[in-house]
């Protein structure tokens, strides 16, 4: 796989992933955030942090990038989850460096 340039937020944010930081992760998102993960949305500091470790942490995601192109990246998602792994497009809203929104869905 060839070099990959990612945007901080989302290096942050893939680093956070696959280290299985809960804290760093929360941290990648800023005041407000909100995330849509495969339809369902989350808002506020208290929904990500609840996504996060339900949806990141518990089953051990790591996530392996493929592309980045403007502000969607595609990743191989592997963890204890049926089906893995899986490609999902990630689409990020980012402003200073931090994670304003974020939508996620199967490829």
Do not use: C
Request: net charge negative; aromatic share 8%; hydrophobic share 50%.
């Amino acid at each position: 796989m060839a070099d990959i340039t990612l945007p901080k937020a989302v290096e942050n944010f893939v680093a956070a992933i696959n280290a299985h930081d809960a804290n760093a992760l929360a941290a990648v998102f800023g005041d407000g955030a909100t995330v849509r993960d495969v339809g369902t949305t989350y808002a506020g500091t208290a929904e990500i942090r609840d996504w996060i470790q339900r949806q990141l942490i518990n089953p051990r995601i790591v996530i392996t990038p493929t592309s980045f192109a403007g502000d969607r990246l595609v990743a191989s998602g592997d963890g204890d989850f049926p089906g893995a792994p899986l490609s999902f497009a990630l689409v990020f809203g980012i402003k200073d460096d931090q994670v304003t929104n974020l939508a996620i869905d199967p490829v």
